[in-house]
């Protein structure tokens, strides 16, 4: 399960964050994850196990999941998914697409007490 590695990352990010705020208390961590990334559930847990006995234990871990991205092969263009199932590309309106894997999880903001 790669959530580990990830979630002690975010946790190491954060960790980052606060050395200007040493001793602040870590109340909402919000990520963006791309579609397809990760198990929501595993990463919570794995958050949970990485946040242990750190200031950002117990913080509430919002994930936020991007769109999935699409690509075209005819003409390159990287769009979001689109509505329906039809996923023609918007520029040149080739049917040639194929969903892109975003696999990045990003630290978008950290809330901190105080
Ligand atoms: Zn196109």
Redesign the pocket.
Known sequence: MHEFGIAEELAALVDRTLSENQGAKVLKVVVEAGAGAIEEVSLRVAFEEASRGSPIDGAELVIEIAPREYH?F????VFPEPEGRNAA?P????A??ISAPNHDVVLKSVEIEG
């Open positions: 075209c005819d003409c390159g263009t590309c520029v040149c309106g080739g040639n697409t």
